[in-house]
């Protein structure tokens, strides 16, 4: 098939812009013409709450990546679904994650559409974790232009019917591995790189840093009493996109000073295995979630999981097994910790990730997006 890829991707750091490339490159190992269409303006500086959009990475040159769209202009939302209609796709495919895109988005397709072509559309979060008056007002314009829908967690099926009326096709598939950050390291070459002591335990939060993502909640369960009997540490990987200031005075009220490692800064990708490699357990805390991409490097790297039961983190982390689901709750997320520490459930748990994580190949999504396209 002749495919195009609607989406952020490099120069666009993050993983949308992963997802988006492995996406595409998994796409081309089976054999289709694929392109993907990114932003040349994604947001305006003052609408991005991170330090840059964009990545540090050597330009991809085995994908085909055409910068086309101004995500605020709708002269170049029109220019670029004429452009991609003129190449007479069989699919595209529009990875969508929030409401500001749809305007964008329902725009392209509209112009893009031919009498062959059909519109897929990805989604990633169809009402955010942190929503706003556009997410009741923006999406309705996107998902009319759309033939069908592919999910990755069954609550984001029930988000994408809020606006859909029409009953337009849809599948779930699970967020596909994230394989590309290279093979696990040992942990004493990876404590060397980051600095740290290999004979220490480690607790990893990864990802960038806002409110839903429960941060707050991690450090008052790694403050529990009972976490001191281990030489454990928690190690903050990620950039804050909101104001560090309250987690810092956590820090220090809850007596954690010389127990938690902050590495806050954008992970690029090429260091991202040195901190999934010397993690014993990754935990995400999240008071709120659809699917979740670091649970997928924690899969690749082999690396049990504590999550929170919500959004669609239980339906890929099965409890006991691969790791922990807990409530959203300081008291069950230190249990659970306490409980794999205690008890040595790594071994056990590493056992069943290796067998567990045979269910999230690319192939599988792919295959889901090409029965939702037949």
Same mark, same amino acid.
């Given at each position: 098939?002749k495919?195009?890829? =609607?989406?952020?991707?490099?120069?666009?750091?993050?993983?949308?812009?992963?997802?988006?490339?492995?996406?595409?490159?998994?796409?081309?190992?089976?054999?289709?013409?694929?392109?993907?269409?990114?932003?040349?303006?994604?947001?305006?500086g003052?609408?991005?709450?991170?330090?840059?959009?964009?990545?540090t990475?050597?330009?991809?040159?085995?994908?085909?990546?055409?910068?086309?769209?101004?995500?605020?202009?709708?002269?170049?939302?029109?220019?670029?679904?004429?452009?991609?209609?003129?190449?007479?796709?069989?699919?595209?495919?529009?990875?969508?994650?929030?409401?500001?895109?749809?305007?964008?988005?329902?725009?392209?397709?509209?112009?893009?559409?031919?009498?062959?072509?059909?519109? =897929?559309?990805?989604?990633?979060?169809?009402?955010?974790?942190?929503?706003?008056?556009?997410?009741?007002?923006?999406?309705?314009?996107?998902?009319?232009?759309? !033939?069908?829908? =592919?999910?990755?967690?069954?609550?984001?099926?029930?988000?994408i019917?809020?606006?859909?009326?029409?009953?337009k096709?849809?599948?779930?598939?699970?967020?596909?591995?994230?394989?590309?950050?290279?093979?696990?390291?040992?942990?004493?070459?990876?404590?060397?790189?980051?600095?740290?002591?290999?004979?220490?335990?480690?607790?990893?939060?990864?990802?960038?840093?806002?409110?839903?993502?429960?941060?707050?909640?991690?450090?008052?369960?790694? @403050?529990?009493?009972?976490?001191?009997?281990?030489?454990?540490?928690?190690?903050?990987?990620? +950039?804050?996109?909101?104001?560090?200031?309250?987690?810092?005075?956590?820090?220090?009220?809850?007596?954690?000073?010389?127990?938690?490692?902050?590495?806050?800064?954008?992970?690029?990708?090429n260091?991202?295995?040195?901190?999934? $490699?010397?993690? !014993?357990?990754? @935990?995400?805390?999240?008071?709120?979630?659809?699917q979740?991409?670091?649970?997928?490097?924690?899969?690749?790297? +082999?690396?049990?999981?504590? =999550?929170?039961?919500?959004?669609?983190?239980? +339906?890929?982390?099965?409890?006991?097994?691969?790791?922990?689901?807990?409530?959203?709750?300081?008291?069950?997320?230190?249990?659970?910790?306490? !409980?794999?520490?205690?008890?040595?459930?790594?071994?056990?748990?590493?056992e069943?990730?290796?067998i567990?994580?045979?269910?999230? @190949?690319? $192939?599988?999504?792919?295959d889901?997006?090409?029965?939702?396209?037949?």
């Amino acid at each position: 098939m002749k495919i195009i890829i =609607v989406g952020t991707a490099f120069p666009y750091r993050g993983g949308l812009a992963a997802y988006n490339e492995r996406l595409a490159r998994e796409y081309v190992k089976q054999g289709n013409d694929v392109e993907i269409v990114t932003f040349s303006l994604q947001y305006p500086g003052f609408l991005f709450p991170g330090r840059t959009q964009f990545s540090t990475e050597s330009t991809p040159t085995d994908l085909k990546i055409s910068r086309r769209i101004n995500a605020v202009n709708p002269l170049s939302w029109i220019k670029a679904g004429k452009e991609i209609k003129k190449k007479a796709p069989d699919m595209v495919i529009f990875c969508y994650w929030m409401a500001f895109m749809a305007p964008c988005f329902g725009t392209i397709a509209r112009y893009a559409r031919g009498s062959k072509t059909k519109m =897929v559309a990805m989604i990633h979060n169809m009402i955010p974790h942190e929503p706003t008056i556009l997410d009741r007002l923006f999406p309705n314009y996107f998902v009319k232009a759309m !033939d069908g829908f =592919v999910a990755m967690a069954e609550s984001v099926v029930a988000d994408i019917n809020y606006f859909d009326k029409q009953g337009k096709p849809k599948a779930v598939s699970p967020h596909p591995i994230y394989d590309h950050y290279g093979d696990v390291l040992t942990k004493k070459e990876a404590a060397l790189r980051l600095g740290l002591h290999e004979q220490k335990k480690y607790i990893l939060f990864f990802g960038f840093i806002r409110q839903y993502k429960g941060l707050d909640l991690l450090l008052e369960a790694f @403050a529990d009493k009972r976490l001191r009997e281990f030489p454990v540490r928690l190690i903050v990987a990620g +950039e804050f996109y909101e104001n560090p200031q309250p987690y810092l005075e956590s820090i220090i009220k809850l007596k954690l000073e010389g127990l938690v490692e902050l590495r806050t800064g954008f992970i690029p990708d090429n260091e991202v295995r040195n901190y999934f $490699s010397v993690a !014993d357990i990754v @935990a995400q805390p999240y008071r709120s979630a659809t699917q979740s991409g670091v649970s997928q490097i924690a899969y690749h790297f +082999e690396k049990p999981m504590l =999550v929170t039961n919500v959004g669609g983190l239980a +339906e890929i982390v099965p409890d006991g097994k691969v790791g922990y689901v807990v409530e959203v709750s300081p008291k069950q997320i230190a249990d659970a910790l306490v !409980d794999f520490f205690a008890n040595n459930r790594a071994e056990m748990m590493i056992e069943n990730i290796k067998i567990e994580k045979q269910k999230f @190949a690319w $192939s599988r999504m792919t295959d889901t997006i090409n029965g939702l396209f037949n």
